[in-house]
């Protein structure tokens, strides 16, 4: 049984988190905005409450955990105490995004703008990321020869027991809905924004590609998905800007034109108002790329 404390290794680089590792037995860590330049890993062991995180809340419950990205304002509003562990990482020491073919945890744990951001954890699964976060407590506690390269070891295992765990629930919930009308919708909604949310910024672009009335297609968006239509479009635009901002070098003024933006300074003030942070300062807490093999 881990004890309550807070391990955390820092970048010799530039000093800032690399990996932190802690415990919490009350709600004051997270009663509060959180808006992290690292990924954030919470698993809630024990209470209750609710989960705000972006434009949405959720109910919030024991054996949740919770998945956000660098960046992603959330909270918890607890109505029991909460309890549980945490680990934070930043993209400089495991960068999901290079790690996709291995671990495949982009689009299901993180950056995942259709899914709530969270899995209940089943008994099997919790001995898994139990004897896991074992393993890396240990690990930062007693630091021996390739300490970085075993704890990223340890982390890939946690991210893909999760994202196996996330992914077979997923299937679970559209098996349930599978005879209704409105998830063929819905699907055809994703698959367009995928292609599309370059090019088509607007709530009424989409509804005309689906053949569907506005306010029609934003009910059943707000029902489903728990975001209005735009809120969609908006977090699909900020996460591929935050992912060129992080794995290129381009200017700026490069990203906003491939994202459909011919104004570099309104892209600019749209990026900040979706993510409360500028591009230029994303990339300069976040990076691009630097420091990884």
Not at 219 to 224: A, E
Not at 275 to 292: E, K
């Amino acid at each position: 049984m881990i004890t309550q404390t807070v391990l955390t290794l820092v970048n010799p680089q530039n000093g800032n988190l690399a990996l932190k590792l802690f415990t919490f037995d009350d709600s004051s860590y997270f009663d509060h905005i959180q808006r992290n330049n690292y990924y954030s890993l919470i698993w809630i062991k024990h209470g209750t409450g609710k989960a705000k995180a972006d434009f949405s809340e959720y109910d919030l419950e024991e054996n949740s955990l919770f998945s956000f990205s660098p960046y992603q304002p959330f909270m918890f509003a607890a109505e029991k105490e909460l309890n549980g562990i945490a680990i934070q990482f930043h993209p400089d020491f495991f960068c999901i995004h290079f790690h996709q073919k291995e671990v495949a945890c982009n689009g299901v744990l993180f950056n995942n703008i259709y899914q709530p951001p969270f899995v209940h954890v089943d008994d099997y699964s919790s001995q898994t990321l139990s004897m896991v976060i074992g393993q890396m407590h240990t690990e930062m506690q007693n630091a021996g020869l390739a300490q970085c390269d075993l704890l990223v070891s340890y982390l890939k295992i946690f991210l893909i027991t999760a994202s196996r765990l996330k992914t077979e629930q997923q299937s679970q919930a559209l098996q349930s809905v599978a005879g209704l009308k409105e998830p063929f919708i819905l699907q055809n909604l994703k698959d367009a924004i995928e292609r599309d949310f370059k090019t088509k910024h607007t709530a009424g672009d989409y509804a005309r590609m689906l053949n569907i009335s506005v306010n029609a297609l934003a009910r059943i968006t707000k029902n489903h998905f728990n975001k209005t239509l735009t809120e969609l479009i908006s977090e699909r635009i900020v996460i591929e800007a935050k992912r060129e901002l992080y794995l290129t070098n381009k200017a700026i003024k490069q990203i906003a034109y491939e994202l459909g933006y011919d104004d570099e300074y309104y892209f600019s003030r749209f990026f900040k108002a979706n993510a409360d942070i500028s591009p230029q300062m994303y990339r300069n807490t976040v990076g691009f790329g630097r420091g990884i093999a």
